[in-house]
C-alpha cells in the first residue's frame, strides 16, 4: 500500500538484521497498539499479523543496518528494487499456489512502478532472463504484461 499496491495483505513482513528480533519487538511493545503473544511471540497490529523475519532464514536476500531503504508517509521501506529480487526469489520456493499467486501479483505491481522509475537489472540479480522467461510465461497472459519486464529496464 505503501508504493501505491491496492492488493489486500493478510501480514506484514518486518526485516530486521541478524539478531535484532527481540529488540524488535520490544521495539514494537514500546511503540504501543502491537500486540505480541506471550509464548509463540505472534505479533499484531489492529488485527494484521507482522511477521518480523530475519536473513538468512527467514529473508534470503542479504540484509544488514546499511541496506537500502527509501521513506514513505514517515515509514522506512526496503528500496523497491530489492523487495523485486527478494520476490524473484521467493516465488520459486513456494509450495502453496496461493503464495506464488500473491508474489506474482507483487512482482508484477512492482514491474509497472519500474516503468516510470527505472532500475537497472544489476539491483534484481534474481530476475535472470531465465526467470523472467519462466515468469512471463506463467503469469503474464496478457501483451499488456508480458511487456512489463523490457518496459521496466530488464532485459
Not at 55 to 81: C, G, H, M, N, W
Not at 95 to 106: G, L, M, S
Request: proline share 6%; charged share 25%.
Amino acid at each position: 500500500m505503501l508504493l501505491g499496491s491496492q492488493r489486500l495483505t493478510q501480514d506484514v513482513d518486518f526485516v530486521v538484521p541478524t539478531g535484532q528480533t527481540q529488540a524488535a519487538r520490544q521495539e514494537l511493545r514500546n511503540a504501543g497498539g502491537f500486540v505480541i503473544e506471550p509464548g509463540t511471540l505472534r505479533t499484531h497490529y489492529q488485527g494484521v499479523e507482522i511477521e518480523i523475519l530475519t536473513p538468512p532464514s527467514l529473508f534470503k536476500e542479504p540484509y544488514d543496518a546499511e541496506t537500502p531503504t527509501i521513506e514513505v508517509q514517515q515509514v522506512r521501506v526496503l528500496k523497491p528494487a530489492l523487495i523485486l529480487n527478494a520476490k524473484c526469489r521467493s516465488i520459486l520456493g513456494r509450495a502453496n499456489e496461493d503464495k506464488k499467486r500473491t508474489d506474482a501479483e507483487d512482482i508484477i505491481f512492482l514491474l509497472r512502478w519500474f516503468v516510470n522509475k527505472k532500475s537497472t537489472a544489476a539491483e534484481v540479480p534474481n530476475a535472470t532472463k531465465q526467470f523472467c522467461d519462466w515468469f512471463t510465461a506463467t503469469y503474464c497472459p496478457s501483451a499488456e504484461n508480458q511487456a512489463l519486464w523490457t518496459q521496466a529496464g530488464f532485459e
